[in-house]
């Protein structure tokens, strides 16, 4: 009989306490109340392992990095134990025709009630022949391998969207996994990469109540991509307050003032980087000095220059304080604001709803 993830995370000596506080620390991320921790500990104590069949397209391997390279041991552990990682083909020992049969052993065996992840994407372009994997392209083996799966992760924005490989003029026709596989739900969890945290996340969520998360309209878990990088940026009032970096070296980069002159594009990105932050909750890009690329965005690579600004917000020069802002505004160059207040009313609505659907989940849980 398959093993509870519970066991196998007790054979590894986590301790039950350390079990616990895991539950709650998901529970919390996933914008669950506390009433939810039991339901997640008992989930993760009675049910079985869910097998997972981990696949590669074209792509860098990040994903995997990110998610096995955790700061805390403790989601590390959680994601190699939680799934019964079947089939991965840059982890596991074996190779070859040894390899590709587990495919089929865990297609007959889990007939719709496997999970398929994929990590990169199929090239079309050739019949497939710019990604060959067991001697057939990479597209006919994901295809054959999603056929029963009860649901699809597409990990990383080279699986959701394309990512490099489909930049543009996209010579191999790098495809995203949704336009691939159908009849299949498909959770898209972009990021370049995505954060361990979130990778574990929605899986703990998916095992726990046995359903997919709610999505957004592209396709990613609501629960981490509901806001914008800017609306919990440390450096939002900053940005408020028109105080902006102009150089990397300058004065304002020296007081850690906003990058979005900088070319940050975090107004207009989704994820949970400014949250959750990076290697177990240390940094993250902006914390780094560095604007927010739009990773986890449709088509980041093809959107311009990383450095160039993305919004049309109007700027109100490097030391403008308030008193500078509001005369500003009443001369008429107000209009930047008055669209940016409308995208931040937009944002605030879309916040609303998410924050009712978290709170229907914790009730449901
Ligand atoms: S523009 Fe970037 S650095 Fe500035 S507040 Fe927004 S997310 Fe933070
Ligand atoms: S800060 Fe922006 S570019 Fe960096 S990982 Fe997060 S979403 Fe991606």
């Known amino acids: 009989m398959t093993e509870t993830f519970y066991e196998v995370l007790r054979r590894q000596g986590i301790t039950r306490r350390s079990f616990l506080k895991f539950c709650s620390l998901t529970a919390t991320s996933l914008g669950l109340s506390a009433a939810a921790m039991p339901k997640i500990a008992q989930a993760l104590e009675t049910k079985p392992r869910t097998p997972v069949l981990w696949l590669h397209g074209l792509e860098c391997t990040c994903c995997s990095e990110s998610f096995i390279r955790s700061a805390h041991p403790l989601t590390k552990d959680v994601v190699l134990s939680m799934l019964s990682l079947d089939y991965d083909d840059t982890l596991m020992a074996a190779a070859g025709h040894q390899a590709e049969a587990i495919i089929e052993q865990v297609k007959a065996k889990y007939k719709g009630n496997y999970i398929v992840a994929v990590e990169g994407n199929p090239p079309l372009n050739e019949d497939g022949m710019f990604c060959i994997q067991g001697g057939r392209p990479f ?23 394309g990512c490099v490989q489909a930049a543009r003029p996209n010579p191999t026709r790098a495809t995203p996994i949704g336009k691939v596989i159908s009849g299949k739900p498909i959770i898209n969890v972009p990021g370049c990469p995505p954060i361990a945290e979130v990778m574990t996340g929605v899986v703990t969520y998916m095992l726990t109540f046995d359903r997919i998360p709610a999505l957004d309209r592209q396709g990613r878990p609501k629960m981490f991509y509901g806001q914008r990088i800017h609306d919990k940026c440390y450096r939002r009032g900053h940005f408020d307050a028109g105080q902006f970096i102009e150089a990397w070296d300058d004065e304002s980069a020296k007081k850690g003032f906003c990058l979005y002159k900088m070319g940050c594009k975090g107004p207009t990105t989704y994820n949970a980087c400014s949250s959750m932050r990076w290697n177990g909750g240390i940094s993250w890009p902006v914390q780094s000095g560095h604007g927010c690329l739009g990773c986890s965005e449709d088509g980041f690579w093809d959107k311009g220059s990383f450095y160039d600004r993305v919004t049309g917000i109007h700027q109100f020069g490097i030391e403008a304080n308030a008193d500078a802002i509001g005369a500003a505004v009443a001369i008429g160059t107000g209009a930047g604001i008055a669209a940016h207040a409308a995208l931040t009313a937009l944002d605030s609505m879309r916040k609303r709803v998410s924050q009712k659907e978290a709170a229907q989940e914790g009730v449901e849980a």
Do not use: N, P, Q
Request: proline share 0%.
């Open 139 to 161: 597209v006919e083996k994901l295809k054959e391998t999603c056929a029963d799966a009860k649901a699809v992760i597409a990990w990383g924005s080279c699986a959701a969207y």
